[in-house]
């Protein structure tokens, strides 16, 4: 006993053609009857249209007479009291009639005489209806329980004064339709019937090409059952079997190797378009294709044709031909540069590549790639000119970077020292300075020429407070633009063993960046602490846009930089000059929130 079933509907041919044919029909018949009905109401609101607008000149005319005979009266309350009005309201309402109420009220709205009040109902106006497209026509009509209403403004001495409100009943225009949608249906299933049984005597017409198309599926299947994966048929009637059976049959006879025709067609056309010299060769040496400029450079065309063997076309002694059985009989691609000659030509350098190709570790053919030489080298020579000019202006344009920070400096505290001196004041302070920065200058520009070579250091004792407060007045500049320096210094004395116009270079090139970080201002926030045992920590951070993860391992590389007019040697000769001191500087920073570069250093 079964416990479930599972519905399939698996039809026959005959059947589906059966249900194609019913399908149709039926669909032009609700189609057909829908649209019948939709004229049917159009004509119908045609018939309305005249009735209201034969009412409302009706009205005109008792209104206008009214009107006339009593000129001291308002028009409203004179039409109100008029019973001509009223009867002719009464007459063009009822069961019989186009209308199933009708009233004339004022402007504002105010009734005035009123025929056959509808009962409590929704109403909308009639452009509704007449505006919709006529399925939704029929759908408001089979659904609705509203009324209908027409509305038309009367003018006297070219001002309104009356409307006319002329209702509709939704349920009588349904009714109105409903006997001619019925005969409609009765013609449509009696043309359903017919065309139900034509389809029954003409189907054995229609499904006897599809019947031979089966005998021959049927014998192919015989042809192959000796090769097995031969299709079970399930009745000539199962559309979707025989494709499925023609499908295995046409993969099994034809779909390999039309794919193959076809892959070695378009890779034929590549290689012919390609100003390369390429040859491809199978697992036995032979020529699959080569590309015309590899013929051309080997002896003309028609030499590597297809399926000849590479020893065949160019010779066993030929170089091509030795280094191609080398790498076959090695298992590994090989590379070497050679003269080849074509023709009797002077011979020419060619760099030849013998690229193997692997299936199932196997050596499944090879791709020759030949080039010239001398165009290879001239290529390098120029990347490697090219080069070199480029890391010439890097450090041209380096060293100007670097020597304007002193001159800047020298620049400013001479601007001061003449005024000391008009003034009268004290000028060793800033002649201390010049001093210090034209020494600074010199030691900047050896250490460019000695940059790949030992620094020869002069280490002693320097305070980190005093250093960092003389490399602050070095950049007093920077206050000019917005910037506020925040100094926090450890309380206690901390003191570094170090060189000390080294270590002022690398806090100013670091100083320097966070200023230019912050083109619209901000604060520079420069700490001094004690961390660990003997080590004293120096940081500076700044409010800028942050230094991205991506790029963070890159910025002390010589020579890298993210700015526009930048050298990429500040951070870099920053780096160097902590490392040289036995010190570690690190950089951390958060997206949008400002980089904070730390110096460790041996206390001292």
Request: glycine share 8%; hydrophobic share 45%.
């Amino acid at each position: 006993m079964r416990l479930g079933w599972r519905l399939r509907w698996d039809p026959s041919v005959r059947t589906r053609h059966l249900v194609a044919v019913m399908s149709l029909v039926l669909a032009a018949v609700a189609l057909l009857t829908g649209f019948g009905a939709s004229r049917l109401l159009g004509v119908k609101l045609i018939a309305i249209h005249r009735a209201e607008q034969a009412l409302a000149d009706a009205l005109y005319l008792i209104a206008q007479r009214t009107i006339l005979e009593n000129p001291d009266q308002e028009p409203p309350a004179l039409l109100g009291s008029d019973q001509a009005v009223r009867q002719l309201l009464e007459l063009s309402t009822g069961p019989e009639r186009e209308f199933a109420y009708a009233a004339l009220v004022a402007v504002d709205g105010a009734p005035i005489v009123e025929a056959r009040r509808p009962a409590r109902r929704t109403s909308q106006p009639i452009e509704s209806l007449e505006r919709s497209f006529w399925p939704v026509q029929l759908w408001k009509l089979r659904s609705s329980t509203e009324n209908y209403e027409l509305r038309t403004l009367l003018k006297l001495n070219n001002e309104p004064f009356v409307q006319i409100i002329a209702g509709v009943d939704g349920h009588r225009l349904r009714n109105d339709l409903r006997t001619p949608m019925l005969l409609t249906f009765i013609f449509g299933a009696s043309l359903l019937g017919a065309s139900l049984l034509a389809a029954v005597l003409a189907s054995p017409l229609v499904l006897k090409p599809l019947r031979e198309v089966v005998a021959s599926v049927e014998q192919l299947e015989a042809e192959a059952a000796a090769l097995g994966d031969s299709p079970s048929g399930a009745g000539p009637d199962h559309a979707h079997n025989i494709t499925q059976r023609l499908r295995i049959l046409g993969r099994r006879f034809a779909g390999n190797r039309s794919e193959l025709e076809m892959t070695r067609d378009q890779l034929r056309q590549v290689v012919g378009g390609l100003s390369e010299r390429i040859i491809l060769l199978d697992r036995e040496q032979r020529v699959m294709l080569a590309s015309p400029e590899a013929e051309r450079l080997l002896g003309g065309e028609g030499r590597l044709a297809r399926g000849r063997a590479l020893h065949e076309a160019l010779g066993p002694s030929h170089p091509l031909t030795q280094l191609a059985a080398r790498a076959y009989a090695a298992g590994k691609s090989l590379q070497e540069v050679t003269p080849l000659s074509a023709n009797g030509a002077d011979p020419v350098r060619i760099a030849v590549a013998v690229q193997l190709l692997r299936d199932r570790a196997t050596t499944a053919g090879a791709l020759v790639a030949l080039r010239d030489f001398a165009a290879i080298e001239q290529i390098e020579t120029q990347l490697d000119f090219a080069t070199r000019l480029a890391a010439l202006n890097r450090i041209t344009a380096g060293v100007a970077h670097e020597v304007k920070n002193p001159l800047h400096a020298m620049v400013l505290h001479l601007e001061l020292l003449n005024a000391k001196l008009a003034s009268g004041g004290d000028p060793s302070g800033h002649v201390g300075i010049l001093v210090s920065e034209v020494q600074r200058l010199n030691r900047v520009v050896q250490t460019f020429l000695d940059f790949n070579r030992p620094v020869e250091l002069r280490p002693q004792p320097v305070n980190t407070t005093s250093l960092i407060r003389e490399v602050l007045r070095l950049a007093a500049d920077t206050r000019a633009q917005g910037i506020t320096v925040v100094e926090r210094y450890c309380p206690d004395p901390l003191s570094v063993k170090a060189d000390s116009d080294l270590l002022k270079q690398a806090l100013l090139n670091i100083i320097i960046n966070g200023c230019q970080a912050m083109p619209d201002g901000g604060r520079l926030i420069v700490e001094t602490a004690r961390t660990g045992e003997g080590f004293v920590e120096i940081s500076i951070c700044d409010e800028g846009p942050g230094i991205p993860q991506e790029i963070r391992e890159k910025i002390f590389n010589l020579y890298f930089t993210t700015k526009p007019q930048g050298s990429g040697i500040g951070l870099a000769q920053a780096f160097r000059a902590v490392q040289l001191h036995q010190g570690r500087i690190e950089a951390d920073s958060a997206p949008g929130g400002g980089a904070c570069f730390r110096i460790v250093l041996p206390a001292g």
